[in-house]
């Protein structure tokens, strides 16, 4: 039994499994067509730790926990699931919060991705969005707020990398206005460029009513991101060469 990684076959199985995991769960229902993907608990780590770890003020000490951390017997779990997303060089490797986008908080954007990663460097990398939860910043919010982050670490998806030629992002809903129209932003190479700020994508405001363009800006997109075919894994900026 895959008792620590959730797909869609499963997804009823589990409760709380974040914004992304659920949202790629509900556009597959839908009939879009999203990349493979898996997601893995996080109780994978709660269950097989023997710390008690209710006494850890300090954030380094969860750190030092999640980094020596040994997934064991359950490796086999997340090998098998990587293997039924078919034929794949490399993954995506990204947080779902638990917390994430609720109604009272929000940690939207504020974890890591890893784009490019290797099968064999998976579980590295499930760490990796782990650790990010005790950034400073989050962990200050959390704080703030009254949230526990050593209990709050995030479902993590893995996805079949897709070597985008363009990418970007999409609202349902104007973020800025409210109005009821999409807005969709856009850039070459992988998305990551424009989600990091790195740069600004080319915007366009769609009607939701006749899905006719409203306004558009183009913006100068000088640089994309892309694998770093030096290291073989992991992203690098390159000039575009797109007129």
Known sequence: MEKYIVNRENYHSFQNTGGKIKGLFELEEHGFTVPEWFGVSPEIFYDNIEEDISSFNDKNEIIKLTDKFQFGENSIQILDAAEKLGAAEYYAVRSSARAEDSEKFSFAGQLESFLYVKKEDIEIYIKKVWESMFADHIYEYGK????????????????????????????????????????????????????????????????????????????????????????????????????
């Open 144 to 243: 703030n707020n009254n949230i526990d982050i050593k209990y709050e670490l995030p479902f993590v998806i893995v996805q079949r990398m897709i070597n985008s030629e363009s990418a970007g992002v999409a609202f349902s809903k104007n973020p800025v206005n409210g109005n009821n129209e999409a807005v969709i932003s856009a850039v070459y190479g992988l998305g990551s460029s424009l989600v990091n700020g790195d740069i600004s994508g080319d915007t366009y405001i769609v009607s939701l009513e006749n899905n006719g363009i409203l306004s558009k800006q183009i913006n100068e997109k000088e640089i994309m991101h892309v694998l770093d075919n030096k290291n073989g894994s992991g992203i690098i900026n390159v000039e575009t060469d797109i007129e």
